[in-house]
């Protein structure tokens, strides 16, 4: 029946006239391009449409890429810390980088994508395999990149919303977007309250609120660029951003009161010279982040109070000349400069890293395609880090075929927490080294996108990465990080993006599985049973669709995903049950003269699935949202 | 062309449409659960997000069964971290340290009768008659309790981080381990008047108490600092041994390194060897003579737990692994002679032999 049902369904829409239209993203011609877009040969890129971007703007980050991808998100919860787990690595392994500045805070290495409003960005693009060739320490996984892009067509743009959402949920937001041709200035401030109380089931079986998960968050972004004579292009950017959160225990402790204090500032100035054959960029940035956790437990004992504070100092000079039809050339130095102060450390942490680098892209006009090596080498604290070279090619197989190969070898440096953390941190830790290989096959049918547009990708990855570190016991007492598994990961990742017109409805059909098995490949010991089993919580299959349809001003947007058992112990003797989550998003866009106002209702987690990300931290059951936007 | 486009969007939408259903997990097994002649091993279970678990090891037959608390109680979970357990009056007590409370399961079926809430921290229980039992707890407080109403029926501050009490005669002792932090004290609780009668002075982290043949009480202090690092301020363990009477220091044998700190104590068959751990494995005493052994009676690299079965005269050791996975338990004769091992829960640290002998 449902079958049948399908097949009516597709006559008629192939029936009719498709069309381009605004659920495509609008490939605009970017001053800005980058490495990221140039020199990731052979490596598979992501980015996020302006509509999705958009549809979501009240998400974090970390929500963002949890709906819309297969990629899993570590979450503790509503408003908790999320981390990512890119190809069967770990949150250390994924560098987070705006403007192409790396954000992982040095002492731990692992950015909170929880913090990081969605909102604040034009273009967030996420690269997927090793990247250690053009962007250095710790891109194992994979990376993702956040940007503003400047336009420069004359143009004013107001927007400001407020949504309020279960278990009382707040946020505002406004925007301010303004060019002259000359100037361009990007303003974005965010507001966001929750209690996030939401029922879960307890250890007894009952239905509790949960306590203690109540988040304040707000946040200003502001870019000013300048274009001068089409030939120099200057920008400066700065972000400042503070969290007040409370942090709830898991389900099998006993309730606290902890709190955490998250304040962040970073700026960022940039300038960048186009010339005949190429262009120039030197930029500059200051990371700044202050941490304040707090425990205010009864027991003396276990009362803990730390305050982390990271600073870090950045810059940057590339360039990229284009030699002939054939040869693009490019290549840089990076200097960064990161510093960290905590009780946790017997004196202040600090690293001086330099990078240099160089890259020879190969175009192969004739044939369609395009071959790339890039070099890097850095330097920190007077040793070497590991070389890392990459070579990658991609281009037309066959019709509607082409293909993409990438290899690398890349490099995860010890975190400030693993080296100096006293007194157990381990000042003998050797950075983590891997090689990556990964290939994709793209079928793309876009002889007519005014019709019909797909996109069929494939992709198979493999890597082995050595010296992974990991927190072990020595004895009872202590535990220390030491160089101790080999791992292999590897994985397929099935992806389709479909867009098409029926009638006057524009879409998009679009989804992703995942089969990633990431597994150790050392053993620590007589009874240590972990070898070749599958690493904590790394799933094995996840999947991710959607289906949206756009009608005169009216969005609808349904999105599945499905996250498969995670193991919680090294020798898999437990593990978390899978989850499915589905989400819905409808929205109508209302034009009033020139003014626009968007309104949206989203029910979140539609069948009510009860679901654990990190073992025994609940996740909330169905929820809802309500949002006005208004663009003036 | 035109096939394929409609091929193409009608497998699309069948994989969307589809999605995966979730299983629905098996009913666990209901076994009949005996502890009376059983060897309970509890496993503190991954801290802190996981939940620690019973084991019960049948002598008789020779097999585990895991997680004796979720099967009698419909995979309800115990909580984190489950520190130790005691059984009496028919009644299982299992003090789950860090969720502030103590589950009571009927003995024979491991049925859950109450749960006893905001105990803080509790770490070791101990009986006292038939309704009254001591609890240490990391508030710095010795906890007594009504085993019948569950009721605190008074609190007895005591020295930091107390841990393993011992019961003789009318008087309990209680082991000021320090916590986190340090503490070298010995509480002296009469049993009649829950009152403290004394403070004995001993050496730094007293971790493991035991009785001897003469029924002299022997206190292993472990020394300041922690295994597997080396501070400045390390000192040496002591083994030392009391006259209950008038607490009375009778012997005291200095560990030869700041580095390493000997821990648990027990005591074998006929309460006249003594083993602990120490650098390198299981160590052997005998009270009888003054010096200290400097090889390890049984070499292994992980330990934690350790215990002494009075009903078959063997010794328990516990294997962590790695803390992140099952552990094992493995079984010596006191001469030495490895019997067998087998696989319990995440983190075994302690053994309750039933019957209760002494």
Sequence with gaps: M???????????????????????????????????????TGLKIQKFD?????????????????????????????????????????????????????????????????????????????????????????????????????????????????????????????????????????????????????????????????????????????????????RHLFGASFWYQFTDRQIPGSLTEKQDDAT????????????????????????????????????????????????????????????????NRRFILNGGINYRYDK?????????????????YTSVLYLLPSINWKADVNLRQEFYNNSWAPFTPSFGAEGK??????????????????????????????????????????ASLIFRLDKNPDKFYSDFIITGYNSLIDNYILWLPVTADVWMPKNIQKVWARGIEIEENAKFKVKKVNCKISFAYTYSRSTNREKTGENDRSYNKQLIYVPEHSFSGQAMFVFRGFVFSYLQSFTGERYVTRDCSEFLPAYNIGDLQLSKTFDIKMKKIKVQFEIHNIWDEEYHAIQNFPMPGRYFRFLINFIL | MKNSYRLYILILIVIILSGCKKDDEPPENQIQINITNGVIIVNEGLFPTGSGTLSLYNRLSGETNHKIYQQANNG?????????????????????????????????TM?????????????????????????????????????????????????????????????????NQGGFDIDSTITVIDTESDEVI????????????????????????????????????????????????????LHDIEFPSKKEHPVKLVAGKDRDNLYYYYTGGLYRFNIDSINISTEPFIKRNMYYGLGFDRVNDLIYISDPVDYVQEGWVLRYTETGTAVDSFKVGIIPGEFYFMPKLY
Excluded at chain 1, 2 to 28: C, K, P, R
Excluded at chain 1, 403 to 425: A, M, V
């Design chain 1, 260 to 323: 955490q204090k998250d304040e962040s500032v970073r700026a960022l100035v940039k300038w960048k010279k186009f010339q005949k054959k190429g262009y120039l960029t030197a930029k500059a940035a200051f990371l700044h982040n202050d941490l304040h956790y707090f425990n205010p437990d009864t027991i003396t004992v276990l009362m803990i109070e730390n305050k982390i504070k990271t600073n870090t100092l950045t810059g940057e000079v590339l360039i990229n000349h284009k030699l």
């Design chain 1, 397 to 438: 197989i066959w019709k509607f075929v082409s293909g993409k190969i990438n290899i690398s070898r890349n490099f995860r440096s010890p975190t400030f927490n693993e080296l100096y953390w006293y007194p157990l941190g381990n000042k003998d830790l050797k950075p983590e080294i891997s090689w990556n290989e990964e």
């Design chain 1, 2 to 40: 449902l079958i049948t049902g399908l097949i009516f369904l597709s006559t008629l829409m192939l029936a009719q006239n498709v069309l381009n239209d605004t659920v495509y993203e609008l490939s605009q011609v970017r001053i800005t391009s980058s490495r990221l877009n140039n020199f990731s």
């Design chain 2, 198 to 249: 004394e403070t004995i002075q001993v050496f730094p982290k007293p971790t493991g108490i035991t009785t001897d043949k003469n029924n002299h009480i022997w206190v292993l202090c472990s020394g300041r600092g922690w295994n597997g690092i080396q501070l400045q301020d390390d000192s040496e363990g002591h083994l030392i041994c009391l006259n209950p009477a008038d607490y009375s220091i």
């Design chain 2, 76 to 108: 309800k979970l115990l909580g984190n971290i489950v520190q130790s357990v005691n059984v009496f009056n028919n009644k299982v007590f299992i003090i789950v340290n860090n969720a502030d409370k103590i589950e009571v399961a009927e003995s024979t």
């Design chain 1, 50 to 230: 302006s509509l999705t971007l958009d549809l979501n703007k009240d998400l974090s980050l970390a929500g963002l890429i949890s709906t819309q991808t297969p990629i899993y998100i570590k979450s503790y919860g509503q408003g908790s810390l999320a981390t990512i787990s890119f190809r069967g690595t770990s949150a250390t392994h994924t560098g987070i980088y705006w403007n192409g500045i790396r954000l992982n805070p040095p002492n731990i290495e692992m950015e909170d994508l929880s913090l990081i409003p969605s909102s604040f960005f034009n273009s967030v693009g996420i690269l997927h395999g090793g990247s250690g060739s053009l962007f250095g320490n710790g891109n194992i996984g994979g990376s993702i990149h956040l940007r503003n892009e400047p336009d420069f067509r004359k143009d004013k743009k107001f927007n400001i919303g407020i949504s309020a959402g279960s278990f009382q949920n707040y946020s505002a937001s406004a925007g301010y977007e303004f060019s002259d041709g000359k100037w361009w200035s990007g303003t974005r401030l965010i507001y966001h309250n929750a209690k996030n109380d939401f029922p879960y089931t307890n250890l007894e079986d009952k239905t509790e609120k949960r306590q203690n998960a109540a988040l304040l968050q707000y946040g200003i972004m502001q870019d000013v660029y300048r274009l001068i004579k089409n």
């Design chain 1, 340 to 356: 960290c102060k905590t009780i946790a450390y017997k004196e202040d942490a600090v690293r001086n890293t330099i990078g240099i």
């Design chain 2, 111 to 175: 049925k859950a009768i109450a749960t006893i809430k905001n105990i803080p921290y509790p770490r070791y229980m101990l009986e006292i008659d038939s309704i009254k039992a001591y609890i240490t707890c990391w508030d710095n407080t010795v906890k007594v309790i009504d085993t019948e109403s569950y009721d605190i029926i008074k609190s007895i501050p005591v020295g930091t981080g107390p841990e393993k009490l011992l019961k003789t005669g009318n008087k309990v002792f209680v082991l």
